[in-house]
């Protein structure tokens, strides 16, 4: 989920309160600063497992024991654990594709060494496929969070315990118009994610049974809140669009130093401004509030892309990063893949992502779609040699290769490859290594030893694909 928590419990006493213009002016600031394309991050969120028994819960003491061995690392990735005790590592902003792939496996390769030796394994999956819903962190933002998703079902408490994402961070963008330009790089994110969603879907099962979406993960997403996870209208410019956005969408929580935290139903942050009630608002507020929209793409100065499934074996993550680096920030692939996505338009319509029926069919049926198989395949197409201008190693563009072999030639993805879950508790499916992946992915050397990297099996078993009608989450 990616949630960077500034401050603590609410304002300082001294905090001048905010304004509604104030806080229009601090939105359209900070939400895209622009300037050509440099940095690259990422941020992966794992599923934590017992190696033997995947389908049990690990125990409390035994999964905290995991946490403070793992949080001793001297990993270059800021480290946080999720409600239900996922892992997620957020990189550093790298100044190019590679020195991302480099410092994260390197990072990774430690803690799946840490977690190993407690027969434990960070696993890729966009939902557990066996554990219901079960909150492990009891701060004051969960208890908040939990209440106020509460009142729309239960997807919110699935998101909040049992999901897990592989989230790309690119610049915003180039203030001027054209293929790296920020606006063109907005719109582009929302055609292209659905792309994303249904080349990646990797979630097909929630409690031990088949959902019908190959992204459950999505599903789960669009039925969060009905504002929350919305990108804003395109009506209007992106900064004007994301400012009005943020400022009408109710505020989860208002947060206090003693006791619960407020948990309002129906309050914007416009009307708080506009009301003072309880208290007036501040920008330490605004910043809090920012955390608690989940849009399919946020803009946080950059653009963080938050659409893909979390993806099986330690290397899955680097393909749907270095694909995502490739289409965004080569201008020859953003400019092809431009011109491939923007029919899709029509098959979205008017509603906003993720609630339209183009992000719909892409979570439910994947790259089975006629549509989204035909963008795929021009996309994946354009990602290779984007790749190798951008200096991509061998291995990465042969990973890259080998999914877009397997999966996107053949109008699949990875879900449509997963055994039934009681076959899952085998988890050589999930991990074992690949002849595609050599020992290093980078350029060079890492500070640490990356290890052995380890990928899909290609003799894995698999299921013929499975649309079905859509289940409740």
């Given amino acids: ?45 794992w599923l934590i497992h017992d190696r033997e028994r995947p389908d049990l819960p690990v125990g409390q003491e035994r999964l905290d024991s995991a946490v403070a061995a793992v949080r001793a690392l001297p990993l270059s990735a800021a480290l946080t654990f999720e409600p239900g005790g996922q892992l997620e590592l ?29 027969g434990l394994v960070p696993v890729g999956l966009g939902v557990d496929p066996w554990q219901p819903p079960r909150r492990r962190l009891r701060e004051p933002r969960y208890e908040a969070m939990e209440a106020a998703l509460d009142r729309t079902g239960p997807a919110g408490r699935a998101m909040m315990c049992t999901s897990a994402s592989v989230q790309v961070c690119l610049d915003a963008g180039e203030e001027e118009p054209g293929p790296l330009g920020y606006g063109r790089r907005w719109q582009l994110a929302h055609l292209l994610g659905a792309v994303l969603v249904a080349a990646f879907a990797n979630s097909p099962f929630q409690q031990g049974r088949r959902t019908g979406w190959r992204s459950t ?36 929580c208002i947060r206090c130093e003693a006791g619960p935290w407020d948990v309002p139903e129906g309050l914007t942050f416009r ?64 400019e092809s893949v431009y011109r491939t996505v923007k029919p899709l338009a029509e098959t979205a319509g008017a509603p906003a992502a993720p609630r339209n029926p183009l992000w719909t069919t892409a979570a439910r049926e994947g790259l089975a779609d006629p549509e989204l198989r035909a963008a795929a395949t021009v996309c994946f197409a354009a990602a290779l040699p984007a790749l190798e201008r951008m200096g991509a190693s061998e291995a990465v563009r042969d990973a890259v290769a080998a999914f877009t072999d397997r999966y996107v030639a053949r109008g699949r993805c990875p879900a449509d490859d997963l055994p039934e879950p009681g076959d899952l508790t085998d988890l050589s499916l999930l991990t074992e290594v690949s002849p595609l992946s050599g020992p290093d992915l980078g350029t060079g050397p890492p500070e640490r030893p990356v290890g052995v990297h380890e990928g899909l099996l290609p003799g894995r078993p698999t299921i013929p694909p499975r649309p079905g009608k859509a289940a409740s989450a």
């Fill in 1 to 45: 989920m990616g949630l960077d928590i500034p401050g603590v419990s609410g304002s300082r006493p001294d905090a001048a309160p905010l304004d509604e213009s104030a806080a229009e002016d601090l939105l359209r600031g900070i939400c895209f600063k622009t300037g050509p394309p440099r940095t690259v991050g990422v941020e992966l969120e």
């Fill in 90 to 118: 957020s990189s550093q902003p790298a100044g190019s594709l590679m020195e991302c792939v480099d410092t994260t496996a390197a990072d990774l390769a430690a803690v799946r060494t840490s977690l190993g030796a407690a």
């Fill in 217 to 252: 993960r999505q599903s789960l997403w669009a039925d969060l809140d009905p504002g929350r996870t919305l990108a804003p209208g395109f009506g209007r410019a992106p900064r004007e669009a994301w400012a009005a956005h943020v400022l009408d969408t109710s505020v989860l």
């Fill in 271 to 334: 009307e708080w401004i506009r009301t003072g009630s309880p208290r007036p608002p501040v920008q330490a507020d605004l910043d809090y509030h920012l955390t608690t929209l989940f849009p399919p793409v946020r803009p946080r100065g950059h653009l963080e892309l938050r659409m893909i499934d979390a993806q099986s074996g330690p290397d899955g993550w680097l393909v749907p990063l270095a694909v995502a680096t490739a289409l965004f920030d080569d201008p020859e692939a953003a």
